[in-house]
């Protein structure tokens, strides 16, 4: 090989060793913004209330990461005066959550039809 392909190689190798260490930065990151989130979540829901929420992540994982953000915002903005409990993110799931449609059944005899 001569020396202009090794330092197009090593080029290429310092770009790929680059590109690595900033997936592996933003990785860190999230993982560290997840587990802050997290325990945000665990100091202002109550047992029962952080149920109730890994229930519905399990059903509805976008209700309940809208849920989270909106109650780790008011964790973060003070705008929290106590826990959370199992009734207050009741009321908040109802706002949260689109309405149910309602479905009617109609049966009809045989000789409607």
């Known amino acids: 090989m001569t020396m202009p392909e090794d330092e197009e ?5 310092r770009r790929k060793m680059a590109e690595l260490q900033a997936k592996a930065a933003e990785e860190e ?21 952080r ?4 229930n519905i992540k399990m059903a ?4 309940a990461e809208a849920v989270e953000n909106y109650i780790v915002n008011l964790a973060r903005s003070g705008n929290l005066k106590s826990q959370i409990t199992d009734d207050l993110l009741r009321q ?5 959550m689109p309405p149910k449609k309602e479905t009617k059944i109609v049966r009809l005899s045989k000789d409607e039809l």
Not at 9 to 13: F, K, N, Q, T
Not at 29 to 49: G, I
Not at 60 to 63: F, G, Q, S
Not at 92 to 96: A, G, M, N
Request: glycine share 0%.
């Open 60 to 63: 509805r994982p976008a209700i």
């Open 92 to 96: 908040i799931l109802e706002k949260v």
């Open 51 to 54: 149920q109730r929420l890994a």
């Open 9 to 13: 190689l090593e080029e290429i190798r």
């Open 29 to 49: 990151a999230r993982r560290r913004a997840e587990a802050e989130r997290a325990a945000v979540l665990r100091v202002v829901l109550t047992p029962e209330a």
